[in-house]
């Protein structure tokens, strides 16, 4: 099966758990960065709609009011059937550079 990702990156500031862009649509994350608020802050992404999906990524900030960058490279981590973050800590925020599949 081919998926058509002819849709060009873009990036979405997160606060909360929730669907990556559309949920249930074919995610290709391309790096992210994980700002922890009053303490450490986690990301998890996983495949699917939820967190019962296969965990496929997860960065971490282990300081407080500080931000660390993941740079996944060229080939990005592919989501199938969506891409759902599980944030923790303090008032965290991520920022995720993706593509969607067209589908």
Known sequence: MSVDFHSPATSAVLTADGAVGTSGRDTIVWGLVVGAGADAATAS?????????????????VT???SVSVDIGARGVYF???????LTGTTPDITVVYSQSNE
């Open 80 to 86: 199938s059937g969506g891409c759902y973050l599980d």
């Open 45 to 61: 992404l996983y495949a699917g709609t939820s967190t019962g999906g296969t965990l496929q990524l997860v960065g971490k900030c």
């Open 64 to 66: 407080a009011n500080d």
